[in-house]
C-alpha cells in the first residue's frame, strides 16, 4: 500500500516569491506521481505527474518538481508565484500495477500575498 | 469534448436518510473513481469503477456503495447518513491505463443536519 505526507497544511507567500510545497510518500513498490490543484469551487486539475526518466518533471503554469527515490520526496516548485496561484495543492501516489488506486495526501494550501 | 459531470452540485439531507449521487464521465472514458474530500482530511478514496465491475475499494463503512452502468455512468449511494459524512464528493474519470490522469467533476456539497 501508498501513503503520502504533505507536512505544510498552509504556505503563505508574497507575490513573485519562490515557492516550495513538499510531499514526501512511502510504496513498497514502484509508484507514478501526481500533483493536482484545486482552485475554490471546482474540481481538481492534473498539474503534472512523474512517471519514468528524468526526475525533473515540468508542468502546467511554470511548476516543476523533482522526484527523490532516496528520500522518497516529490516536492514541487515554482520560482516566481502570482496571487492566481492560490489554491489547494495535492500530491498523489499510485503504484504501477493498471489495478491500483490514486492516494492522495491532505493538501497544501497555498496563499499568494501582494 | 464535455467534461466530468456531476450532479446534484448541493444537496441537504437529515441523519438517517439516504442520498444517491451521479456521475456522468468523460465520453469513452470507462473509469469512474469516487473521493470524498473533508477540511483536514483530504482526498479520502471510496471505491474505482472500470467497465460495470468495482476495481478498489477504499476503508468506508458499507454504508457507502456505489454502481457503474454500461454507459460508464456511475452513481454512489450514502444510506443512514450521520453528521460526519458532510463532505464534497468528487467523481473523476480516465479511459484505462495507470497513468492516465483523472479528470475531476466540480463534486457534490453533501451537508447532513
Known amino acids: 500500500a501508498q501513503s503520502v505526507t504533505q507536512l505544510d497544511s498552509q504556505v503563505p507567500v508574497f507575490e513573485e516569491a519562490p515557492v516550495e510545497l513538499r510531499c514526501n510518500y512511502s510504496?513498497?513498490?514502484?509508484?507514478?506521481l501526481f500533483w493536482y490543484v484545486q482552485y475554490p469551487n471546482q474540481g481538481l486539475q492534473l498539474l503534472l505527474k512523474?512517471?519514468?526518466?528524468?526526475?525533473l518533471v515540468k508542468g502546467i503554469n511554470g511548476f516543476e518538481a523533482e522526484f527523490n527515490k532516496s528520500q522518497t520526496s516529490f516536492h514541487l516548485r515554482k520560482p516566481s508565484v502570482h496571487i492566481s496561484d492560490t489554491a489547494e495543492y495535492f500530491c498523489?501516489?499510485?503504484?504501477?500495477?493498471?489495478?491500483?488506486?490514486?492516494?492522495f495526501g491532505t493538501g497544501t494550501r497555498l496563499q499568494v500575498f501582494p | 469534448k464535455a467534461g466530468v459531470t456531476q450532479t446534484p452540485r448541493y444537496l441537504i439531507k437529515t441523519r438517517g436518510q439516504q442520498v444517491t449521487l451521479s456521475c456522468s464521465p468523460i465520453?469513452?472514458?470507462?473509469?469512474v473513481s469516487w473521493y470524498q474530500q473533508t477540511p483536514g482530511q483530504g482526498l479520502q478514496f471510496l471505491f474505482e469503477?472500470?467497465?460495470?465491475?468495482?476495481?478498489n475499494k477504499g476503508n468506508f463503512p458499507g454504508r457507502f456503495s456505489g454502481r457503474q452502468f454500461s454507459n460508464s455512468r456511475s452513481e454512489m449511494n450514502v444510506s443512514t447518513l450521520e453528521l460526519g459524512d458532510s463532505a464534497l464528493y468528487l467523481c473523476?474519470?480516465?479511459?484505462?491505463?495507470?497513468?492516465?490522469?483523472?479528470?475531476f467533476g466540480s463534486g457534490t456539497q453533501l451537508s447532513v443536519l
Open positions: 473523476a474519470s480516465s479511459s484505462q491505463s495507470t497513468n492516465e490522469k483523472l479528470f
Open positions: 510504496s513498497s513498490v514502484s509508484v507514478y
Open positions: 512523474y512517471l519514468s526518466g528524468s526526475t
Open positions: 498523489a501516489v499510485r503504484g504501477t500495477d493498471n489495478t491500483d488506486k490514486l492516494i
Open positions: 465520453s469513452g472514458h470507462r473509469s
Open positions: 469503477y472500470f467497465s460495470e465491475t468495482q476495481r
